[in-house]
């Protein structure tokens, strides 16, 4: 199995996948389907292909390239995994490194030790 991504004319990027690369890339190129998105965005070019062991691997990581930025799938397609991993860091505030539990100090309240003071 296989996952692609073509880039269209129009410089938008389509991601697929499929058990037989060069047959499903004759079909985007002839026009085969034309309800397909690449139809009108003709023509389009083959810039990054992977294989999988099983179908279920090859969708899973089609639909998680499917919700990635174009940056991402850029870095993906430039096989440039040092800027994949930037890209893939959570920078909003509730990323797990700006997460604080209440559990994160050993501290109790008004200065008490760490160990807790078993004579308070």
């Not at 179908?55 to 930025?69: D, G």
């Not at 397609?77 to 997460?99: F, M």
């Not at 559990?103 to 200065?111: L, N």
Request: proline share 4%; hydrophobic share 25%.
């Amino acid at each position: 199995m296989y996952v692609y991504i073509l880039k269209c004319n129009d410089n938008s990027y389509y991601t697929g996948v499929t058990n037989n690369i060069e047959r499903r890339l004759a079909e985007h190129e002839s026009g085969y389907n034309e309800t397909c998105y690449t139809y009108k965005r003709r023509p389009v070019q083959l810039v990054f292909f992977e294989t999988f062991p099983t179908p279920m691997s090859a969708i899973r990581f089609e639909k998680q390239v499917k919700r990635w930025t174009r940056a991402k799938k850029e870095a993906l397609i430039e096989r440039n995994w040092q800027r994949l991993h930037e890209l893939a860091k959570c920078l909003n505030n509730t990323t797990h490194e700006n997460y604080r539990s209440p559990f994160d100090s050993a501290q109790g309240d008004k200065g008490d030790s760490a160990q807790g003071d078993p004579s308070s």
